[in-house]
């Protein structure tokens, strides 16, 4: 595979820079979590998730996002119901996208961890171009961090459990895990 991620930013990216980031402790991607994201929940392909990472998110634009006013938060990657990805954060820093969290034992997720959003709920299916899009980025993401294996692979529900419950019953796992064998 060619080289698509250059200094922690992925090339074919819609870049979209969060202030919501610092230098990671250890010099260390091992995991990858993949979430979800709408705003507002359920609406899709509007602009308020680039809002929310960047820290100017449009309290006006929903009744919902008051609580969301002054949240620190960002992703490394959202990607978009029809694929198109946007990068927040380089992989070599750290996103604030797991918070208090736990994998196989250690804790401070964000630390070691690139955090993935997919547009969507928990509930409502995602997309082809989602499915091929992620498998395409985790595999380029294997070529550049070569201690991030499919093993380390997990759910935001799975380092928060009972906080968080992304990406939800509607992601496959299996056609997932799948389209990283090819």
């Not at 698509?4 to 010099?27: D, V, Y």
């Not at 820290?55 to 929903?62: N, Q, R, S, V, Y």
Request: hydrophobic share 35%; net charge negative; glycine share 8%.
């Amino acid at each position: 595979m060619k080289n698509t991620i250059e200094a922690g930013w992925h090339q074919s990216a819609r870049i979209c820079k969060s202030p919501h980031f610092n230098q990671r402790p250890l010099n260390e991607v091992s995991g990858l979590v993949i979430h979800n994201i709408s705003l507002p929940a359920g609406c899709y392909g509007l602009p308020h998730i680039d809002g929310l990472f960047q820290g100017c998110i449009d309290e006006t634009a929903d009744p919902s996002f008051s609580k969301l006013v002054g949240l620190e938060v960002s992703a490394h990657f959202l990607i978009r119901r029809d694929g198109e990805v946007v990068q927040y954060v380089s992989c070599d820093d750290r996103a604030w996208h797991a918070g208090v969290s736990n994998l196989k034992g250690r804790e401070n997720c964000n630390d070691f961890t690139i955090g993935i959003e997919l547009e969507g709920t928990d509930t409502d299916p995602y997309t082809n171009e989602q499915y091929q899009v992620l498998a395409r980025l985790t595999l380029e993401l294997f070529d550049e961090y070569p201690m991030l294996k499919q093993n380390e692979i997990v759910g935001h529900c799975d380092i928060a459990p009972g906080r968080k419950t992304d990406p939800g019953q509607s992601f496959d796992w299996q056609r997932y895990f799948r389209l990283l064998s090819i």
